[in-house]
């Protein structure tokens, strides 16, 4: 026995002398000196190479991170739906499960009711558009300007160009590639959203668990109530542009009947979705409106585009600053001026995101910051 500890003391290293019961390591150093210019210089480059990464990380993933944003706007829209389901007796997964039939329901109604109206008139957009062309000429004003700046004569050239070799609408998304691209990007997009919402929206109270134990437990229930405020306001600002869109759509629906346009039906749901998307929402639906108007007669067109372009002003400045103020609680100056805000920094989601925070901002500085400044 002694022979084999003589052998294992020969092949294994010695361990650190022993002081006092604990091995003995050797003396600490003198600490380092953070006032050198190399050690701050250090630190300073190794803290921008940290950012520089973050950054081209979260560049290359932004439409990753957009359609997370997306559906976690919309599962924080949907919910009060599912709490008031909740409220009456159903599960969750019920409510869930109801709602998100229901907006699928909603979805395939669109699909079967606008699609087929599109394409036809589509075509007959095209094939009328020689009349039409003509109509515009028999015009003496618009007659003037065509000798003088060549409108109409471009207007024609620049059709004939795009519907003689049949790519007026392959050549609008870069081919027939680009087209099959186009299509199957947005498609995976849309189910990604679909797919992401309803996980959002089942494991919503899960989450907001998860983060507000994050927060000191003296502080959890007031940021609790806070941020489970925050999402109320979200899910109201949901409904309120839900509401705002329908308005909107049914005075589209009784605008076309007025006008005699066809498929006035087709025209108030195409309505009901674009009006959905903040400032640029109603350019597209009035867009839409008009060109189907020019397929009756130069006539409907304009008066289809004064009275929508009252219409949306109408909107701007006295319907969105009512609803959103009641159910937002905020000044309807704010609201417009976050959606402007919103928009021209972060496109379209930014526009989605900016009344919704802009609610939360003032719904903390009124808990938070106020009450702080008032006992100052």
Known sequence: MARIKRVLSKVTPKSP??????????????????????????LAASGALVAITVLRALQSA?????????????????????????????????????????????ITLFVLVVIPPVFTQANQLIDGAPQLIDSLRNNATLADLNKQYGVIDTLQNKFQS?????????????????????????????????????YFLSSLPTVTKIFYRLAPASRRDRI?????????????????????????????????????????????????FVALIPLIGHFIGASIVILVA???????????????????????????????????????????????????????VGGLLAVPIAAAVLLIMDEVVFPKTDNA
């Open 17 to 42: 002398q022993e002081k006092n019961g604990k091995e003995d390591f050797g003396a600490k150093g003198a600490p380092l000196n953070t006032q050198h210019p190399f050690y701050f210089g250090f």
């Open 62 to 106: 932004s439409q990753v991170f957009v359609l997370i944003i997306i559906s976690l706007f919309l599962a924080m829209g949907l919910n009060p739906t599912v709490e008031a389901l909740q409220a009456r007796k159903m599960k969750r997964s019920t409510s869930v499960a109801v709602v998100v039939i229901c907006a699928l329901l909603i």
């Open 162 to 198: 795009l519907i003689s070799d049949g790519q007026l609408f392959t050549g609008a998304f870069g081919g027939v590639v680009g087209v099959g691209r186009t299509v199957l990007s947005g498609a995976f997009s849309a189910l990604t959203v679909m797919v992401l919402t309803l």
């Open 224 to 272: 609790s109530k806070i941020g489970d405020a925050i999402i109320s306001r979200v899910g109201a600002f949901v409904g309120s542009q839900v509401l705002i869109a329908a308005l909107a759509a049914v005075f589209v629906f009784f605008l076309s009947l007025g006008l005699e346009l066809p498929y006035a039906a087709a025209l108030g749901m195409v309505i009901l």
């Open 294 to 348: 020019l397929t009756e007669s130069p006539t409907k067109a304009l008066l289809a585009l004064v009275l929508y372009t009252l219409y949306v002003q109408i909107e701007n400045y006295v319907i969105t600053p009512r609803i959103m103020k009641r159910s937002l609680s905020i000044p309807g100056l704010v609201t417009i001026v976050a959606a402007l805000l919103g928009t021209s920094l972060l496109g379209l």
